[in-house]
């Protein structure tokens, strides 16, 4: 079956600067990919969705690309704010099912 | 502004002991998941139903767990009986599943801990 792998270390980032995050698949590719993002207590929140024929999606700071070939996405948040601290996971669809990675949390530094 | 509920929100128990959690989907979503979350295992599926059908439980340990949807308004997951690796956040989300669309949308989630 699919395994998802993100960063399990923890990802600490300047304010401002870009934050990217890494998402590897290891079997065949999904028909899309998606991010979430979680709050300490909370339930995930979703982000964005790209499909398997798309490169790149963005939506206002937040650009996702996913590349077949290497089997991997990358997450990136764009000039980071404190508030954008979070664990951030990917999900992707598998026989119908959604299955999610365990995440990775990301700091960004005042 | 829609929304998933759960209750309880937590939940504390003895081991041996029957616990439901109860889920209030969005309406007009088609499709409800149950998820258990832990530090070691992350969030895994449990079982999910669409249109109130079972189609996948088998991320759910069968002797004990148990979902239902007896109504459009209602999901149920009952542990019985309880056991202390239990111990999780269940999370309960809701979707309208269509074409290649399967965006969630989770609930604040039930905080376990069987004693």
């Known amino acids: 079956s699919q395994k998802i792998e993100q960063n399990s270390e923890a990802l600490n980032i300047q304010e401002g600067k870009t934050a990217t995050l890494t998402c590897n698949y290891t079997?065949?590719?999904?028909?899309?990919l998606q991010w979430y993002r979680q709050d300490p207590g909370r339930g995930p929140v979703f982000l964005l969705l790209?499909?398997?024929?798309?490169k790149e999606k963005r939506k206002e700071r937040l650009k996702v690309t996913f590349d077949t070939t290497l089997k991997q996405s990358l997450f990136h948040i764009t000039a980071s704010q404190p508030a954008d601290s979070a664990t951030y996971l990917c999900?992707?669809?598998?026989?119908?099912?959604?299955?999610f990675g365990k995440g990775t949390r990301l700091h960004i530094l005042p | 502004d829609a929304r998933v509920t759960q209750t309880p929100r937590h939940k504390v128990t003895e081991m041996g002991q029957e616990v439901t959690m109860r889920c209030q989907p969005i309406?007009?979503?088609?499709?409800v998941f149950w998820y258990r979350q832990t530090m070691m295992q992350g969030l895994e599926l449990l079982a999910y139903?669409?249109?109130?059908?079972?189609?996948?439980d088998s991320g759910m340990p069968k002797d004990r767990f148990s979902a239902e949807m007896p109504d459009a308004t209602l999901a149920t997951l009952k542990i019985q009986p309880s056991e202390p690796r239990d111990s999780a956040v269940y999370f309960c989300?809701?979707?309208?599943?269509?074409?290649?669309?399967?965006?969630?949308?989770f609930g604040p989630g039930t905080r376990l801990t069987v004693l």
């Open positions: 989300a809701s979707g309208l599943l269509w074409g290649h669309h399967n965006e969630q949308f």
């Open positions: 079997n065949y590719s999904p028909a899309y």
């Open positions: 790209i499909r398997e024929n798309e």
């Open positions: 999900a992707l669809d598998e026989n119908d099912k959604i299955i």
């Open positions: 309406l007009g979503h088609n499709t």
């Open positions: 139903f669409r249109n109130r059908a079972p189609l996948d």
